[in-house]
C-alpha cells in the first residue's frame, strides 16, 4: 500500500488513466498549507473547499466518490469512516 507521498510523488496518479489531477492537486496543495498543523484544521480546509466546488458546480458527486475512493485504502478503520460521513454530507449540497 501506498502512503500520501508515494501517491503524490507518481506522475502515473495524475494521467488520464489516474485520479482527478485537479481535486488531487488541491488537496494536496492543501496539505502543503497545513503541513504540522493538527488533522481537524486539515479536514475543515478540505470540506470548505470541496463545499465551494459543489455550490459553484465544479465538484461532482463522481468526483467525491473518485477522490474518496483513491484516498481511503490510504486510511484506517475510523479515519476510513469519517471520510465517508464527509463524502455522505457533502453530496447533500
Do not use: C, H, W
Amino acid at each position: 500500500m501506498q502512503d500520501f507521498n508515494e501517491y503524490a510523488n507518481n506522475p502515473e496518479n495524475f494521467n488520464e488513466r489516474g485520479t482527478n489531477g485537479d481535486l488531487f492537486r488541491t488537496v494536496s496543495d492543501l496539505a502543503k498549507k497545513f503541513d504540522g498543523k493538527n488533522g481537524n484544521d486539515l479536514l475543515r480546509a478540505v470540506y470548505a473547499e470541496a463545499e465551494r466546488g459543489k455550490k459553484n458546480g465544479t465538484l461532482s458527486n463522481a468526483d467525491l466518490d473518485k477522490f474518496a475512493a483513491t484516498l481511503s485504502p490510504l486510511l484506517d478503520e475510523k479515519k476510513r469512516a469519517l471520510l465517508k460521513k464527509v463524502v455522505a454530507d457533502l453530496k447533500k449540497i
